[in-house]
T-cell receptor
Framework: LAKTTQPISMDSYEGQEVNITCSHN???????ITWYQQFPSQGPRFIIQ???TKVTNEVASLFIPADRKSSTLSLPRVSLSDTAVYYC?????????????FGKGTHLIIQP | NAGVMQNPRHLVRRRGQEARLRCSPM?????VYWYRQLPEEGLKFMVY????????ESGMPKERFSAEFPKEGPSILRIQQVVRGDSAAYFC?????????????FGPGTRLTVL
């Protein structure tokens, strides 16, 4: 799996938009970009996945430039409950059989 | 539809004892993955199993660790003769087929503390 680099930590305030960027310079042609969220004492939870351009769901948006060497997770109007660790992963979607490779993630802290 | 179940949630063992961690996948899922997470670290893949088969154990330590997923019952991660360095959170994930990056569903984890 391609290696990813993301900030170790970020701070923001309730109601703000938060953007977390991930670098993946060695992404392969068939790799997808996936973000997971992990709260303390819980397992990771899938947030969003994309291949190129922009993907949006009820939780977040994912922006991927044309060269796909980076991606940005955007969380609109964050609340205190969005405080968590966010992981960026790069790899096969659907039928791949590999175990997932998690980096250290980004610790996002939301303040009142 | 219940999610991935893991038990116990917390397990305390003394050095040299055995630890058994259980994982019941989501209904209809026949693929199980085990991960270990040390404090302030991301999850590290350990082993991937299907019913009665170990598919990939490239992340498993060569000694003391073993895993199984029998035809009936939960998947078991077994750690023999535990040492303090085994203290970590162990997560299980399941998927309905060979899971890629978007189809693994994680359990709440078992926190192992070795005294």
């Amino acid at each position: 799996l391609a290696k990813t680099t993301q900030p170790i930590s970020m701070d923001s305030y309730e109601g703000q938009e938060v953007n977390i960027t991930c670098s993946h310079n060695n992404i392969a042609t068939n790799d997808y970009i996936t973000w997971y969220q992990q709260f303390p004492s819980q397992g990771p939870r899938f947030i969003i996945q994309g291949y190129k351009t922009k993907v949006t769901n009820e939780v977040a948006s994912l922006f991927i430039p044309a060269d796909r060497k980076s991606s940005t997770l955007s969380l609109p109007r964050v609340s205190l409950s969005d405080t968590a660790v966010y992981y960026c992963l790069v790899g096969a979607s659907g039928g791949g059989a590999d175990g997932l490779t998690f980096g250290k993630g980004t610790h996002l802290i939301i303040q009142p | 539809n219940a999610g991935v179940m893991q038990n116990p949630r917390h397990l305390v063992r003394r050095r040299g004892q055995e630890a058994r961690l259980r994982c019941s996948p989501m209904k209809g899922h026949s693929h199980v993955y085990w991960y270990r997470q040390l404090p302030e670290e991301g999850l590290k893949f350990m082993v991937y199993l299907q019913k009665e088969n170990i598919i990939d154990e490239s992340g498993m330590p060569k000694e003391r660790f073993s895993a199984e997923f029998p035809k009936e019952g939960p998947s078991i991660l077994r750690i023999q003769q535990v040492v303090r360095g085994d203290s970590a959170a162990y997560f299980c994930a399941s998927s309905p087929e060979a899971g890629g990056t978007d189809t693994q569903y994680f359990g709440p984890g078992t926190r192992l503390t070795v005294l």
